[in-house]
């Protein structure tokens, strides 16, 4: 059986546009990747773009002897299927990204080893509890070629696994030497700060190719230090009083440079979470700086889901634009369908969302929620706006309340709401909802 390691990069990057193509160690980045994942005599390949940009990446892996395909940017699941057509059904696939120069074969071989171990088709080193830079995902190329045939959505499409992941058991693994603590050893190159952290890492060493990949991140860990390490909290005992409001980068509640700066604010001062409409998670996280991102739980607000399926497509591409695979609540407005509460308690049994709510905006609705919607069904949170008292029907023992007066927030809190969502647009402001808790 073979094993090829299928490595997906392109130039055009939101946030670090260029990065695959930046030097590290002596060499572009992606073909730093390329070689630490072949040092164990692993095939590798890049699939990187047919767009006129990413014909630098192709001409430098040609010239130093690096196999490339290129395909079409967005269907990435396509530009898999074509670097492995001339594998067998039963050969693995290993999908890598090429922004994780800490990566290397051994993480790869242990991957594949514990899914022979424990009998899965499908594995990945799960980011939620290994830290970034250390992410692989591993596969028969039939279930790849299964994938292509039967995934339609562009999302999936983009994203290569999502509809594996739906269709088969998948193993969550971390490898046994990886530190708990994912924010302080976070080595992915995302932005400009990660790609400074990781020229540091690579500095002075000998051999970039053969180091280990338990000693790179002994050094991420001796750069990274300060406030924002430490976990975010996925449940209700860790949420701060006073929580950060939506992000709507269409709505001018606040564009991404005024968000980035908020956030960092507020987490200076103890912001725990913050609200995030699933249709903009991807613009939350590129606004957002990812130390800071790394110390804000994800309250998840979703569309009005029409069925089970429906809302696991809406999850996976949260998921994936946000970078995450767990949120600390998912809030839906208040009648979802049985099946759609049903398929949400699941995903909380499984630990992909941490509790679950109503979004409640009408007197109507507020005294629904008691009730029929989730909170009999045991959910913990009621999201509410404040429009004056807040009178609360029986069994919304655990709520917050949303406003954009952050002179609200004592009276809101004395009132009962265990946390108040402030939706302001300054830094005055959030400087003093904290203060007012």
Same mark, same amino acid.
């Given at each position: 059986?073979?094993?090829?390691?299928?490595i997906?990069?392109?130039?055009?990057?939101?946030?670090?546009?260029?990065?695959?193509?930046?030097?590290?160690? %002596?060499?572009?980045?992606?073909?730093?990747v390329?070689?630490?994942?072949?040092?164990?005599? &692993?095939?590798?390949?890049?699939?990187?773009?047919?767009?006129?940009?990413?014909?630098?990446?192709?001409?430098?892996?040609d $010239?130093?002897?690096?196999p490339?395909?290129?395909?079409?940017l967005d269907?990435?699941?396509? *530009?898999?299927v074509a670097?492995?057509?001339?594998?067998?059904?039963?050969?693995?696939v290993?999908?890598?990204?090429?922004?994780?120069?800490?990566?290397?074969?051994?993480?790869?071989?242990?991957?594949?080893?514990?899914?022979?171990?424990?009998?899965?088709?499908?594995?990945?080193?799960?980011?939620?509890? $290994?830290?970034?830079? +250390?992410g692989?995902?591993?596969?028969? !190329?039939?279930?790849?070629?299964?994938a292509?045939? @039967?995934?339609?959505?562009?999302?999936?499409?983009?994203?290569?696994?999502?509809w594996?992941?739906?269709?088969?058991?998948?193993?969550?693994?971390?490898?046994?030497?990886?530190?708990?603590?994912?924010?302080?050893? *976070?080595?992915? !190159?995302?932005?400009?700060?990660?790609?400074?952290?990781?020229?540091?890492?690579?500095?002075?060493?000998?051999?970039?190719?053969?180091?280990s990949?338990?000693?790179?991140?002994?050094? #991420?860990?001796?750069?990274?230090? %300060?406030p924002?390490?430490?976990?975010?909290?996925h449940?209700?005992?860790?949420?701060?009083?006073?929580?950060?409001?939506?992000?709507?980068?269409?709505?001018? #509640?606040?564009?991404?440079?005024?968000?980035?700066?908020?956030?960092?604010?507020?987490?200076? &001062?103890?912001? /725990?979470?913050?609200?995030?409409?699933?249709?903009?998670?991807?613009?939350?996280?590129?606004?957002?700086?990812?130390?800071?991102?790394?110390?804000?739980?994800?309250?998840?607000?979703?569309?009005?889901?029409? /069925?089970?399926?429906?809302?696991?497509? @809406?999850?996976?591409?949260?998921? $994936?634009?946000?970078?995450?695979?767990?949120?600390?609540w998912?809030?839906?407005?208040? %009648?979802? /369908?049985?099946?759609?509460?049903?398929?949400?308690? @699941?995903? *909380?049994?499984?630990g992909? +969302?941490?509790?679950?709510?109503?979004v409640?905006?009408t007197?109507?609705?507020? =005294?629904?929620?008691?009730?029929t919607?989730?909170?009999a069904?045991?959910? =913990?949170?009621?999201?509410?706006?404040?429009?004056?008292?807040?009178?609360w029907?029986?069994?919304?023992?655990?709520?917050?309340?949303?406003? /954009?007066?952050?002179?609200?927030?004592?009276g809101?809190?004395?009132?009962?709401?265990?946390?108040?969502?402030?939706?302001?647009?300054?830094? @005055? %402001?959030v400087?003093? $909802?904290?203060a007012?808790?």
């Open positions: 059986m073979r094993t090829r390691v299928v997906q990069s392109r130039l055009n990057s939101s946030r670090l546009p260029g990065k695959a193509l930046l030097h590290l160690a %002596g060499m572009p980045l992606i073909e730093l390329a070689r630490r994942a072949s040092r164990s005599g &692993h095939e590798v390949i890049v699939a990187t773009s047919d767009e006129h940009y990413d014909g630098r990446i192709a001409d430098h892996l $010239a130093v002897g690096i490339v395909l290129r395909g079409p269907d990435v699941l396509g *530009r898999f670097a492995t057509a001339d594998l067998t059904d039963d050969d693995m290993v999908r890598l990204t090429g922004d994780n120069p800490i990566c290397d074969a051994d993480v790869i071989d242990e991957l594949l080893g514990a899914m022979v171990e424990q009998g899965k088709v499908y594995g990945r080193n799960n980011v939620d509890d $290994a830290p970034e830079g +250390i692989c995902e591993g596969f028969p !190329v039939g279930l790849l070629r299964r292509a045939r @039967e995934a339609t959505d562009p999302y999936d499409r983009e994203h290569v696994t999502p594996i992941r739906r269709a088969v058991d998948e193993l969550d693994y971390v490898p046994r030497q990886a530190p708990r603590d994912i924010f302080r050893f *976070r080595a992915t !190159v995302d932005c400009l700060d990660d790609y400074d952290i990781a020229c540091r890492v690579f500095d002075r060493v000998a051999d970039p190719i053969g180091i990949w338990i000693e790179l991140m002994e050094r #991420v860990g001796r750069l990274r230090t %300060g924002m390490s430490g976990r975010v909290s449940g209700l005992s860790g949420m701060s009083q006073v929580v950060m409001g939506r992000y709507h980068p269409a709505s001018g #509640v606040a564009d991404g440079t005024q968000w980035r700066d908020l956030a960092r604010i507020a987490v200076a &001062h103890g912001v /725990s979470h913050a609200v995030v409409d699933s249709g903009d998670a991807g613009a939350y996280r590129q606004a957002t700086d990812p130390a800071v991102k790394q110390r804000l739980g994800v309250v998840l607000v979703l569309t009005e889901p029409t /069925s089970g399926t429906a809302l696991q497509v @809406e999850l996976e591409r949260a998921f $994936a634009e946000l970078g995450q695979r767990r949120v600390a998912a809030m839906v407005p208040v %009648g979802a /369908s049985a099946e759609v509460r049903a398929a949400l308690a @699941e995903h *909380r049994r499984a992909r +969302i941490g509790d679950l709510g109503e409640v905006t007197p109507a609705e507020l =005294a629904r929620v008691g009730a919607g989730l909170l069904q045991g959910a =913990a949170v009621v999201d509410a706006v404040a429009r004056g008292g807040v009178d029907p029986d069994g919304a023992a655990t709520r917050f309340v949303r406003t /954009s007066d952050a002179d609200q927030v004592t809101l809190l004395a009132g009962g709401a265990t946390s108040v969502v402030v939706d302001v647009t300054d830094p @005055e %402001g400087v003093a $909802a904290v007012a808790r």
